[in-house]
């Protein structure tokens, strides 16, 4: 018996899929939120392994498969050699075992233009924390030490108290100590 099985990804928490693959008949669904930069995605996973010959995969579109054309290329081929069909809701493309040449160009072409956005987006990101790094903004969580914790942990450590003293002195756990020495040392 064929199975129609949803996979629904969005990228970050504040993100919610409802809108993908709204009012479609679907025996299972796996919905995620993560990147989809690889395939090491635990939903994705389980997608995988639950899929059997014959069975119709379900995505929104390309990009909420993959964003990276190989990923991407190499799911599809797997799924359909074995059996499985493809339905790309957004561009209205299927695979199976069979794909039109015309499918296979426009899966090659979709595909690269979703690596390429991610990339775009990855490079302003940086772009933007560099800015905003030049501007005196603090990037990430602040940082629990204040600058004369950080001078008096210095100083002490010279002395001779062991970094596992001072984590336990001031409450905070050892990757934060070296977290924050490295920051202070790269503000010098």
Known sequence: MTAHVGYIRVSSFSQNGDRQLDGLKLDKTFEEKASAKDTKRPVLQQCLEYLREGDVLLVHSIDRLARNLQDLQHLVDTLTGQGINIHFHK???????????????????????????????NERRREGMAAARARGKQIGAKLKLSDQDLKSIRSRLKKGPTKKALVEEYGISRQTLYDSLRVADSNR
Do not use: H, T, W, Y
């Not at 199976?96 to 072409?109: D, I, R, V, Y």
């Open 91 to 121: 561009e209205n493309l299927e695979f199976s075992g069979k794909a039109s040449p015309m499918n296979k160009l426009m899966l090659q072409l979709l595909g690269a233009v979703s690596e390429f956005e991610r990339a775009l987006i």
